[in-house]
């Protein structure tokens, strides 16, 4: 949520955040969403590869609000198999998730994300946030 445009507190006051995802996160008092998540790759990500799954689980009293077009990683399940939404802002080499991810789930998702970060490190130089929406 700090990688978003702003953050609105539990007061309905509106501060602003790094600005990466055109959103807000709005804080809710009553509305706590809380569970054990399948997390199933929609796009290749520096996490997986479409298709792929690895669980987790959400705990969070705050909701996204878009302010222009988002670009989501992967959709939830519940513990029941239920659809519970998307997850995973992508921009360019950034990942944004509210789901806690439980790495021994699918130790392919921790290979996936040193994989990535050694690859980013020796290819990439990001000399603004401009230019993380670019391929690399």
């Known amino acids: 949520m700090y990688l978003t445009e702003s953050i609105r507190d ?15 996160a709005v804080m809710r008092k ?18 997986g590869d479409v298709g792929a799954t690895v669980w987790g689980h959400e705990f969070h009293y705050s909701t ?14 519940g513990a029941e198999g239920l659809l519970k939404g998307q997850d995973g802002l992508m921009r360019g080499n950034v ?10 789930s699918q130790p392919r998702t921790a290979t996936s994300l040193l994989e990535a970060a ?15 929406g670019a391929e690399h």
């Open 10 to 24: 539990f007061d309905g006051c509106s501060h602003d955040m790094v600005g990466l995802f055109p959103a807000e």
């Open 118 to 132: 050694s690859h980013a490190a020796t290819h990439t130089t990001v000399s603004s946030w401009d230019s993380l």
């Open 95 to 104: 990942l944004g998730l509210y789901t806690h991810l439980h790495f021994a």
């Open 30 to 47: 009553p509305g706590l969403t809380l569970g054990y998540r399948t997390v199933e790759w929609s796009r290749r990500c520096i996490l």
């Open 64 to 77: 996204l609000v878009a302010r222009g077009p988002l670009q989501y990683a992967c959709v939830l399940r």
